[in-house]
């Protein structure tokens, strides 16, 4: 057991890191304020390999590990939480659609995915099905054109701004295996989008609704075969789990370092406030929890690499707790700053709310309960 990165994963993480430092956090809190979803510089990450890093190499992907692809978001939030997230989903739909596409749909999606030319959103929750996503309703039936969608989803990221949607909608018998997976042009005739909802937090990219109304779909859009769909879509939210919780763990580290220099430069009671022994331990107990997090992510990550059969389980424990512990050290590194924490000319609010969000999103963190708990009854199996 090894904890130290190699030389491959610094230099990755390294160059994450830069990107961060010149692209990104000069640019977060315009993005943030004037809801702005940066496509250029979006394009300049899928140059770096940042829309597809582990995507087959076979679709024209990085093919990296998904402890890799951590290292990697880690240092990209530290930049722009709202950005890096969306990223995170664009690399689950480009993973998809390498790893599930027919051939003919790879050739199509995959290079202009993979550069940024083209962003996708993945589209899973419906009004009806957010938790319960095997309730969805959303039917995709066959016809001599093809497949016929119709329904609507909610909530998707990136949504209206971006250019291939995965979809999942029901093409069988209720419940889960009914459930199909298809990759659909996002200008379709049929499909329209609803308002750009206003949010708490990631306003670097927008939310909106979707309807279908007899949207056709080729059949060679059809991700793997009838009733894999939702297989498809869990495998990809283990991975998107991992992201998000990096992303909260990026964040949180970047509160922290923030949060740390401003108790040496804020002087109150005649000495810079860094003196005062019980913000010493606050800093001290963010620190831990927070390594104890990515420490908690990266293991997710690499029983998801070696296909471990818990994989499922340690990535909703992590998510449900990366995710926590995120949220509480930007709601700690807050009330380190008093009043400045709360008003904009510092990132401390922007932080706070933009990890809001990952305790509810890709599965909220009481469903991350459920997961973990039904693995821990079921007969036989452990959490080693
Ligand atoms: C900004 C944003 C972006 C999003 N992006 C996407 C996207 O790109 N694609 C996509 O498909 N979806 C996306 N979502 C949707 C998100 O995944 C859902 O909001 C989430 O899964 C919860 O579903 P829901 O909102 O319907 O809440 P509900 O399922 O109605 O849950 C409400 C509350 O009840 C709790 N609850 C539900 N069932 C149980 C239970 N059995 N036991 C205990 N507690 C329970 C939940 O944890 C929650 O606290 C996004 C959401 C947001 C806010």
Redesign the pocket.
Known sequence: MDFELNDDQKAFADMASQFARDKLMPMAAEWDEQQTFPKQILAEAGELGFLSLYTPEQAGGLALSRLDASLIFEQLAMGCTSTTAFMT?HNMVTWMVGSFGTQAAIESYCPKLISGEWLG?????EPNA????AALTTSAKLTEQGYVLNGA??????AGDTDVLVVMARTGEAGAKGISAFIVPADSQGISYGRK?P?MG?NSQP?RSISFDNVVVPVENLLGEEGQGFTFAMKGLDGGRINIATCSVGTAQQALNQATQYLKERKQFGQPLAQFQALQFKLADMATELVAARQMVRLAASKLDQGSSDATAYCAMAKRYATDIGFAVCDQALQLYGGYGYIKEYPMERYFRDVR?HQ????????MR?IVARRLLQEGAQLL
Not at 121 to 125: E, G, I, K, N, V
């Open positions: 989903i959103s993945y589209c899973l929750t957010g938790s319960d996503a989803k909610v909530f998707i990221s990136g909802e949010k990631w939310t969000v509810i999103l890709e599965g909220t963190n009481e469903i459920m």
